[in-house]
């Protein structure tokens, strides 16, 4: 069973930048590709970023393009989103997520979530 942790979600001013971490346990993690999803109050669950098993196909949404940057580390089986450029919009719980396939862009495809780690910008 694959079990994730995030950390580094925190608050910040617009503008700022912050790093997310997931680490992952459980399963095979280089075979694993990964996302990032994030949820506002009231809102659905929005794909953020993926990235492949090898880390060498990545994927935005729309609305972070230029400003958030996935990478992973198989190493130390870690996944991180850079988030560059924060603003007010960007405030939701952010969450990890992995599959066995393709990285793929809905939340629906995604077998195994972390808890979520909290971020607030302000404007």
């Known amino acids: 069973q694959v079990q994730l942790v995030e950390s580094g979600g925190g608050s910040v001013q617009a503008g700022g930048s912050l790093r997310l971490s997931c680490a992952g346990s459980?399963?095979?993690?280089?075979?694993?590709?990964l996302g990032w999803f994030r949820q506002a109050p009231g809102k659905e669950r929005e794909f953020v970023a993926a990235?492949?098993?090898?880390?060498?196909?990545?994927y935005d949404g729309d609305s972070v393009k230029g400003r958030f940057t996935i990478s992973r580390d198989n190493a130390k089986n870690m996944v991180y989103l850079q988030m560059n450029s924060l603003k007010a919009e960007d405030t939701a719980v952010y969450y990890c997520?992995?599959?066995?396939?393709?990285?793929?862009?809905?939340?629906?495809?995604?077998?195994?979530w972390g808890q979520g780690t909290q971020v607030t910008v302000s404007s």
């Open positions: 459980g399963g095979t993690f280089s075979h694993l590709s």
């Open positions: 997520a992995a599959r066995y396939g393709l990285a793929l862009p809905s939340r629906l495809n995604y077998s195994y």
């Open positions: 990235i492949s098993w090898t880390g060498g196909s990545t």
